[in-house]
């Protein structure tokens, strides 16, 4: 098993901060549901145990929809979602690689993931919150 490394990092703006601690090489999820495939969001699902608040808790605002299951969390100054509580994942996080840096990773693989069949897929990511 690799070694987990702790990655910082921030809106657009820096009203929100957080960390990640995740593998150098990872692989990334690229869903095309109408959601993330209007806002570019590449997902880096973790468990809860590996994400942290480093400030700006009370910048984010919510939003839900259908189950309501996923809360989708935004910087209410730029906009910007750099995580979010996901509906496959519910007891984990998925921060938006696109926020990361991504020189500081090694191997990136991004993997196409059929959002838009979610009751046929959604299983599949399931296991990627367990610590």
């Not at 690799?2 to 990655?7: D, G, L, M, T």
């Not at 309501?68 to 996080?93: E, I, M, Q």
């Not at 990136?108 to 959604?122: K, T, Y």
Request: charged fraction near 20%; proline fraction near 4%; hydrophobic fraction near 35%.
């Amino acid at each position: 098993m690799s070694a987990f490394e702790k990655y910082q990092s921030q809106c657009h703006c820096g009203a929100v901060r957080f960390e990640v601690e995740t593998t150098h090489d990872v692989v990334i999820d690229d869903c095309n549901c109408s959601v993330c495939a209007k806002t570019g969001y590449l997902h880096l699902i973790v468990p809860a145990s590996r994400f942290r608040f480093l400030q700006g808790e009370d910048q984010l605002t919510a939003y839900t929809f259908n189950t309501g299951v996923a809360k989708h969390l935004f910087c209410k100054t730029c906009g910007v979602k750099p995580f979010y509580v996901p509906r496959s994942n519910p007891d984990g996080w998925s921060v938006n690689f696109r926020c990361l840096n991504r020189d500081e990773f090694g191997l990136v693989e991004i993997r196409p993931f059929d959002g838009q069949n979610w009751e046929a897929n959604g299983a599949t990511l399931s296991d990627l919150s367990k610590d």
